[in-house]
Structure formats: C-alpha cells, structure tokens
C-alpha cells in the first residue's frame, strides 16, 4: 500500500492550494479516505473525511467552508482544496486510509505527508 501526497508549498493568507493523494496497492473505491494534519509542536488532528463513493463527507470545525475533500475512485486520488487559509493552516497535510484488509489482518496506512506554509 501506498499513499503519496502533493500539492503542498508556500502560500499568502487567503490563498488557496489544492493537495493530491496518489493510492494504490489496495481497492481504493472500497474505503474511506482522509485528511489529517500536524503543526509543530501539535498533535495529529483529522481535517476531513470521505466515503468510499464520495457520498458522504466529514470536516472538522475550523475547515468547515473553507475545505473541500473531494476523490476520483478512476484515478485512485483523493483531493484537499483548502481556501481562505490562514496562518494556522500552516502543518504538515497527510492522507490516511484506515482498515485496509490484508489476509486475515486489518491495517492503517498513512502517507509521507506534504508541507503547508500560510505566510506573508
């Protein structure tokens, strides 16, 4: 299993990035997928969340309105577009699939995580 993000960089407060999130390894259609970020210093905490079909979607407080977690089940991607960003945007964005089935075992993956700078 794989997962390998893109996407991040240095950007203005106000300014928008889009993250991509490369699968494979696994059935991607078959499992939700999410976003999560760290700051320095900060725990890991969940920024969104998406069914495996893309029917439903969760976000965590502060990225309502201003996040938009999105997945193409043909191209194995799920997409972060992130608005309106502030300075406590600013993180290190990683893309996690939990409970992929291998053999009789079910785990968590994560990928390598990209940075995201919100600075003037």
């Known amino acids: 299993v794989q997962l390998v993000e893109s996407g991040g960089g240095l950007v203005q407060p106000g300014g928008s990035l889009r993250l991509s999130c490369a699968a494979s390894g696994f059935t991607f259609s078959n499992y939700a997928m999410s976003w999560y970020r760290q700051a320095p210093g900060k725990e890991r905490e969940l920024v969104a969340t998406?069914?495996?079909?893309?029917?439903?979607?969760y976000y965590a407080d502060s990225m309502k309105g201003r996040f938009t977690i999105s997945r193409e089940n043909a191209k194995n991607t799920v997409y972060l577009q992130m608005n309106s960003l502030k300075l406590e945007d600013t993180a290190v964005y990683y893309c996690n699939v939990k409970g992929v089935r291998i053999e009789i075992f079910k785990y968590d993956f994560w990928g390598q995580g990209t940075q995201v700078t919100v600075s003037s």
């Open positions: 998406i069914s495996s079909v893309g029917g439903s979607t």
